[in-house]
């Protein structure tokens, strides 16, 4: 069933680029609108009342309810599944409410996941405490030691969760080897791709099952909109036992139908739509959703761009005086160079952290100096934003607990934009003079 | 022929090009993809005759349910199988005794037999197996995308309204739309 929604012509596959501005996108049937229209509306007129039947029972394609599915969202939807090679994908309110739909998608109280420990801290809260209320159990596993997700897996587990550059550190996962552990244990792995972008990083052809987004980030990439995206790889085999009872059994809220039978390898995206957001309900707005796919449409100029900057911007901090370290894995000589080289050979994004020898007081001083940067607690935008953990976003945690999280006194975080490159450094380096 | 992949153009030939549609192992039950495929294909304008010889009579859907493919009043354009795929070859079977013969035998997803394919094949009929002719109308239409699957194709040729119903695209294009 691999295979199943893949038509095209097989001598001529639209390339990136290409697909960022036309996937899932065509001229208005009504009115020949070109753009996508947003399609500000809670509801759909039926056709008739056995048209209407036939929606809810999912018995056709067409539109009942926003919370459910939108024309404007559903283009997002349908390009991000093409940018990420996937066969189907589902637009949800934010980052956050993808990872909690595709959890409640697949795992029931008592099951466990097995996740890196190299996460972006909101995610790490996310599953530590909120996911524990529902009873789901994370347990935590380090991407710099692949046995040990091995060792974490037990009869309970249901799935894995990575994200493919680690926020905020610049850690490279290994995806293709964690890919080897969740297929030997039967579970799918799920990759979240936000720091990278498909057009840094596809996870799907390294093994990823379902790849989300935080599309708040470089898919939207202005810094405008929250939004969340779950890309379904449509590669897991529901069927092949009975632990993913939402696909692989017949659904009383439908009438008894089996979701992974009647849509093939496209079932995941399915069920997290109507069996998550339907009853659970974080749906996008569609205005939102017009501002990210308008976003994508320059996505891979952007990430060129926001790499190169990146790496400028790395070697020269790298090499100034007041500067201790310096995490970037684009720059030669670092920690994840070779995983960087394997898996980003565009570039390795625009997120990153150092340190500073004067410590906390000198992240302090930084923070308030800059003027071109923002001092914001956001990533993937097209300014430059700078945030210092110890005092912000961590400021609750002991020292010992800020240093583990990668968020020590002497840490800043940058999200370096697409400005001007020699505008950036000078910005931070007027700054750096007076820290 | 090669039946991993498929290119577009040969299943849009075949969707264009047939119009009465016979379903072995349609169902009678609402909740059955062996229901609802007929129903939509019926609502996209073809002419389809469901094949279950528990149903043989009755109307569903205002589609009359036939015993056997033998049964069916009209000439059949292509065959769509709803059987397991072990079924296949003794639906070939009665395939290749109809007069005139049907162009193409279509098997549903998970339904794969290569050595009733490659039967078929030699007898000048064209096959299609492990894909659901809903969701190949629905991606080279572009309603697909309306649940946000990736139909992998692209146009920027205004797609056509079909019938009365807005919510409901055909798979004919701009100019040449009816």
Avoid at chain 2, 54 to 70: E, I, K, P
Avoid at chain 2, 93 to 108: H, R
């Amino acid at each position: 069933m691999d295979d199943q929604t893949q038509g095209g012509d097989i001598a001529r596959e639209p390339g990136f680029a290409t697909l960022a501005v036309h996937a899932g996108a065509q001229p208005d049937p009504t009115t020949g609108a070109r753009a996508t229209p947003i399609y500000q509306t809670t509801s759909f007129v039926f056709d008739d009342v056995d048209h209407a039947a036939a929606l809810f029972g999912l018995q056709t394609f067409g539109n009942i309810y926003s919370r459910i599915t939108n024309p404007t969202n559903a283009v997002l939807e349908s390009r991000v599944a093409a940018l990420e090679g996937g066969t189907a994908a589902l637009a949800v309110a934010s980052g956050h409410a993808a990872q909690h739909l595709v959890f409640h998608t697949l795992l029931t109280p008592g099951d466990e996941f097995i996740a890196s420990r190299k996460l972006y801290g909101g995610s790490i809260n996310q599953f530590n405490h909120a996911f524990k209320s529902f009873g789901w159990n994370v347990v935590w596993a380090d991407p710099d030691d692949i046995e040990s997700f091995e060792r974490a897996v037990t009869p309970k587990t249901k799935a894995i969760f990575i994200e493919s550059i680690a926020n905020p550190g610049g850690v490279v996962t290994d995806v293709a080897a964690i890919s080897a552990v969740a297929k030997k244990a039967g579970v799918p792995l799920i990759v979240d791709n936000t720091l990278a972008t498909p057009y840094l990083w596809q996870p799907i052809k390294d093994g990823a099952d379902i790849v989300i987004h935080s599309a708040t980030k470089f898919l939207g990439g202005h810094g405008n909109s929250i939004g969340g995206v779950i890309v379904d790889a449509g590669t897991f085999d529901w069927s092949a036992t009975d632990r993913y009872p939402f696909l692989s059994q017949p659904r009383p809220e439908y009438s008894g139908m089996v979701l992974h039978e009647t849509f093939g390898n496209f079932a995941f995206a399915i069920a997290a739509r109507v069996l998550g957001l339907r009853d659970l309900g974080p749906a996008l707005s569609p205005f939102n959703a017009f501002l990210i796919l308008t976003g994508i449409e320059t996505l891979g100029l952007r990430m060129q761009r926001h790499s190169e900057n990146t790496l400028a911007v790395a070697t020269y901090l790298a090499a100034h005086p007041k500067v201790e370290w310096v995490s970037y894995p684009g720059l030669a000589g670092d920690k994840y160079n070779a995983l960087a080289q394997r898996y980003l050979p565009k570039g390795a994004g625009a997120v990153f952290t150092f340190g500073l020898k004067g410590g906390y007081e000198a992240g302090v001083n930084l923070v308030s100096g800059v003027d071109l940067f923002s001092h914001l607690a956001n990533i993937g935008d097209t300014r430059s934003l700078i945030i210092h953990p110890a005092s912000t976003t961590h400021r609750q945690l002991s020292d010992e607990a800020k240093t583990a999280a990668g968020a020590g006194p002497e840490v800043v975080r940058l999200s370096v934009g697409i400005e001007d490159v020699a505008d950036i450094i000078a910005g931070l380096d007027q700054a750096l003079d007076k820290v | 022929m090669n039946h991993d992949h498929y290119a577009d153009a040969y299943i849009r030939a075949i969707l264009e090009g047939v119009r009465t549609i016979a379903m072995v192992g349609a169902s009678a039950n609402a909740a059955r993809p062996s229901y609802f495929v007929m129903k939509y294909l019926s609502e996209r304008g073809y002419t389809v005759f469901p094949i279950n010889p528990g149903q043989a009579g009755n109307v569903v859907a205002g589609l009359t349910f036939h015993a056997r493919l033998a049964d069916v009043p009209e000439p059949i354009d292509m065959v769509d199988v709803f059987r397991a795929p072990e079924a296949v070859p003794g639906v070939l079977d009665e395939v290749l005794a109809l007069s005139p013969l049907p162009k193409v035998l279509w098997t549903q997803l998970g339904v794969r037999h290569d050595e009733a394919a490659a039967r078929a094949e030699a007898a000048g009929l064209q096959v299609v197996m492990n894909r659901c002719p809903k969701i190949e109308y629905g991606r080279l239409s572009g309603e697909i995308g309306w649940t946000g699957v990736n139909s992998r194709t692209l146009s920027a040729r205004k797609p056509a309204l079909l019938g009365k119903g807005l919510q409901r695209l055909s798979i004919s294009r701009g100019p040449k739309a009816p």
